[in-house]
């Protein structure tokens, strides 16, 4: 089964990758990810830690509209994204 493409403003063929996963637990809150996704698919988020700290991490709340151009993971300090094409 072929996967989504997308076409360049060449015309070339482009293989979309969207985003499936956010590991919170590498996520060090940067917001890199955040600033660099045009589809607003993510969110700072937190929780209480084992020690009863404030732990930040990013969160996926709108993947749906994730346009599988990956910024998110370019800027990513930390890998925390795994990115996946979808059959077409």
């Known amino acids: ?3 989504l ?3 360049t403003k060449g015309g070339g063929d482009w293989v979309q990758n969207f985003v499936m996963s956010l590991d919170k637990d590498k996520c060090i809150a940067c917001g890199r990810c955040y600033k660099a996704c045009p589809s607003s698919v993510m969110t700072l ?3 209480e830690d084992e020690d009863g700290d404030d732990r930040k991490f ?3 709340v709108n993947d749906l509209n994730c346009l599988g151009c990956m910024a998110c993971s370019k800027v990513c300090p930390k890998g925390c994204f795994e990115h996946k094409p ?3």
Do not use: C, G, H, S
């Open 45 to 47: 988020d937190e929780e």
């Open 5 to 7: 493409m997308a076409k």
């Open 58 to 60: 990013m969160k996926l």
């Open 86 to 88: 979808m059959a077409a």
């Open 1 to 3: 089964m072929a996967n």
